[in-house]
C-alpha cells in the first residue's frame, strides 16, 4: 500500500478501450455511524464525495482510468486512494454506465463499485488539488455534478436497504 501512495499513476498508456470507449473505474467510500440505534439507513450512512480537479466543477465520487495491468477492483481501490486518500472493502459492482466526456468528444464506460472505508489517510497523492467530505445520501445527490454517479447511489442504498432485510 505505501508504494501505491507513493507512486500516483501518471499517464495514459496503460489506459484500457473497449470499442473506442474509454474504460473508468469508482467508487462510492461509504461508513456507517455507530453508537445509536438508527432506524433509517439514510440516517446512518455517510459518503464521501471529493472535489473535481478543476475548482467550481462541483463534486463527485472517486474514479478515474482502469489499466491494463489491474484487475477492476484494484484500479477502484487505487482510485480511491490516490483521489480521495481512503481504503478499504471493494464490494461487488454496482453497475456499468456510458456517459460522455464533459472535457472531449469521447465515449466512457463507466463502472461503480462501493468500497466500505477502513482507513483515512492523512497524506494521499491529490491532498494538494482534492478536498473530501462525508456527507448524507440527501447532501451528496445535490453536489455530485454526475447524474450516472446519483443512480450508482441509489443502487447502493438499495443493496444496503436489502441487506438489513435478510
Do not use: H
Not at 20 to 37: A, D, F
Not at 51 to 80: V, Y
Not at 134 to 154: F, G, I, R, T
Amino acid at each position: 500500500m505505501v508504494t501505491m501512495i507513493a507512486n500516483a499513476r501518471r499517464g495514459r498508456e496503460l489506459q484500457r478501450y473497449d470499442q473506442g470507449q474509454r474504460q473508468v473505474v469508482g467508487c462510492i467510500p461509504y461508513r456507517l455511524k455507530t453508537g445509536s440505534n438508527y432506524k433509517d439507513l439514510n440516517d446512518e450512512l455517510e459518503v464521501l464525495v471529493i472535489s473535481a480537479q478543476r475548482k467550481g466543477k462541483g463534486m463527485l465520487f472517486p474514479k478515474g482510468g482502469w489499466e491494463t495491468d489491474e484487475t477492476i477492483k484494484e484500479a477502484a481501490l487505487r482510485e480511491c486512494i490516490e483521489e480521495a486518500g481512503v481504503y478499504g472493502s471493494v464490494e461487488g459492482v454496482l453497475g456499468k454506465w456510458c456517459f460522455k466526456s464533459k472535457g472531449n468528444d469521447g465515449y466512457y464506460d463507466g463502472y461503480m463499485f462501493p468500497l466500505l472505508v477502513e482507513k483515512q489517510l492523512d497524506l494521499w497523492p491529490e491532498k494538494d488539488i482534492r478536498s473530501r467530505d462525508w456527507v448524507s445520501v440527501a447532501n451528496a445527490k445535490e453536489v455530485c455534478q454526475y447524474s450516472w454517479m446519483k443512480e450508482a447511489l441509489d443502487l447502493l442504498v438499495t443493496r444496503l436497504e436489502l441487506s438489513r432485510v435478510k
